[in-house]
């Protein structure tokens, strides 16, 4: 009885010995983070992948209705030179049913040049051009359909295919990144 | 279960057994010493063939590692190096290529064994809990061994797979970062391929530290048996060597003559031939399916309408396991017992292998009546979780068990009574 007593007594009282013992456990848990992040950090891509950073692209070889596939940064941007019929009918799809609502005039600087990744945004893989039940994209993998703005209109996929940064260094040629 | 120990008459094996009882561990674990349950069936082989290829692909998977190149530009063509120039090279890969199928198989058996007869019940979780990281660590294993030959399936498999993972961006809004570490990149690329590399070497080791935790749980309460009593007295139980080492070594030579079929005579029907073309950033093969082994989790993943929710499911069909324990909640382990059970259980097997067939269909064919494989998926996928979720708790519940023998040896002199004549 009286050595519990005694303990409880110790329990309430902080001693020199609490404060080490915390101070220790903290600058253990500091010092065991600092270890642990490098070794999670050095997953992440590398200084000279991430310097590879730009491609420029010339649209004067991309005829009207056509896509034109560049590789950049390891995965495809599609390059779509749109008829008038189709910029129509990208402006007009706006008012519809969207999943990831989104105007066609916010995912193009030029009307006629739609610029996107060519990365379905459900799992990956590269959509085909010109199939599907909207007259844009679908992806064979997993049977999603983008319209011809590049926005997702069924299958499981989340979000639209996403712009990636670009602008126009003359009337012909884009720099993408 | 005590095993016995281990007595050496020989002098120097005495000398070092004093010193490391590491004998003493083999013989009551795979030895005389540990007595199993008299009444073990073929369906207790799976284990030790699954210990078997483990050192099988540890074995082959070293020395392919030894003329293999993991970089983008030069896997694939010294996997062709492997194929045609190294000595036996086909054969060491076609051994391991195929051992990774008849791996599976015989895990998924090994798995099936454990469900129909109850091995997931007290006193054994731990033990199933194990059984079901080894599998998880397995598939990561498969998984990043397939991505090494850089061929179409090789890239589009593990640009599939990762991408699971972007579910966890949209989910924290970390836009792509999640991914990109795994990738090391903005793509699938070189940093992928090393690190897979790395893991694919690394993963089986750890799963032979998992295989004798495995073991060492196992051997606490010793085997189930197909009755599904507990074995009360040594008039119930056999020493394990020579009477499983003699059963489990006939098993394995009967399981050697189907294995050497594939790799002599049909060495690619269980492989894609789209892997022998080189990887391709810029072309999707028009249809895309995984190894053999993960279609049925594949047609899950594909049978949810909604990213997030398809791949919850597809992580959830494997992680649901781990509550079989508490889901199934009768007393009677075999299904020898629980005819209702069985009933569904058999309906869950023939229902796992149809999933199977769905993820490798293209989702818009019509299978029967009108309904597509999307459709089908979706009923299946509707069963499996259900058979967790619903049947098994209703029916552990409900269902009156037959009554059990008394015990093993009481049962096996009922069956070896003579009939009495009239």
Redesign the interface.
Known sequence: MTAKVQDNNQDEEVTRRNFIYVATGAVGAVGAIQVVWPL?DQ????AD?LAVSSLEVDLSAIVEGQTS?F?F????VFVRHRTADEIARAEKEDNDDLKDPEKDSDRVQKKQWLVMSG?CT?????PLDQQGDFGGWFC????SHYDISGRIRK????TNLPVPKYVFLNDNTIKIG | MASKKFEPTNPAVKWVEDRLPIMNLVYGTLGAGYDAPRNLNYWWNFGSLAGFMLVVQILTGVILAMHYTPHVDMAFNSVEHIMRDVNYGHILRYVHANGASMFFVIVYIHILRGFYFGSYKSPREILWFLGIIIFLIMMATGFMGYVLPWGQMSFWGAKVITNLFSVFDDLLGTDGAIVRLLWGGFAVDNPTLNRFYSLHFLLPFVLAGVVILHIWALHIPGSTNPLGIDAKGPQDKLPFHPYYSAKDLFGLGVFIMIFGAFVFYVPNILGHPDNYIMANPMSTPAHIVPEWYYLPFYAILRSVESKLFGVLAMFGSILILFALPWLDVSKVRSLRFRPLSRFFFWIFVVNGIFLGWLGQASLEMEVFMGLTVFDFGQISTAYYFAYFLVILPWVSRKETPLPLPTSIAQHILDKNAPKEEV
């Open positions: 999670v997953m992440n891509p590398s992948v596939k590789l940064r390891g995965s495809p990365v459900h799992l990956g893989c590269i064979p993998c997993h049977g299958g499981p996929a989340p």
